[in-house]
């Protein structure tokens, strides 16, 4: 058989498919049964290991959106001590060591409806040679265990708004 005069050599696909022996038509043909199973398995291992990141990734953003919104009450209860007029002995800043144990709440539901983590926040008014310490401890009992968060801030006559 003649072929024309061309720049470049024939192609497999110019070549009637009769010619072409047995072998050569089944590695034309398609990828093989092995090839298929392992690119299968390879893509598997992928996606798992793709949701397996989106869980951990979703997990970690909500528990700090938990974690900062327990810092934001903490710190909002410290700012109401700091806001009370500082004239000691009268209470909260009185000679012995306040406690106040107030009940607050996070983490909205999806309908951004109701509340879903309950805590306590204890608030300590200590008395000491520079005016009155006040700490305050909020627990927050979550699914995945309880959340506390600290503040310590120290109030006298010099601290912010008072005469």
């Given at each position: 058989?003649?072929?024309?005069r061309?720049?470049?050599?024939?192609?497999v696909s110019n070549v009637p498919?009769?010619?072409t022996p047995p072998?050569?038509?089944a590695r034309l043909a398609a990828f093989t049964l092995t090839e298929t199973m392992i690119v299968m398995l390879l893509l598997t291992i992928l996606m798992i290991a793709g949701f397996g990141g989106l869980y951990s990734m979703d997990l970690c953003s909500?528990?700090?959106g938990d974690y900062t919104a327990a810092m934001a009450v903490v710190e909002a209860?410290?700012?109401?001590i700091k806001a009370v007029t500082y004239n000691p002995p009268t209470y909260p800043f009185t000679a012995a060591t306040v406690y106040v144990t107030n009940s607050d709440s996070i983490s909205l539901n999806q309908a951004g409806t109701s509340f879903k983590v309950a805590g306590t926040l204890v608030s300590e008014i200590k008395p000491v040679a520079a005016g009155h310490l006040v700490t305050v401890i909020g627990t927050f009992q979550e699914p995945r265990g309880a959340l506390t968060i600290s503040l310590q801030t120290l109030?006298?006559?010099?601290s912010g708004g008072q005469q």
């Open positions: 058989m003649m072929y024309p061309r720049l470049s050599f024939p192609s498919v009769t010619a072998a050569a038509r909500r528990r700090t209860k410290v700012q109401d109030v006298n006559k010099y």
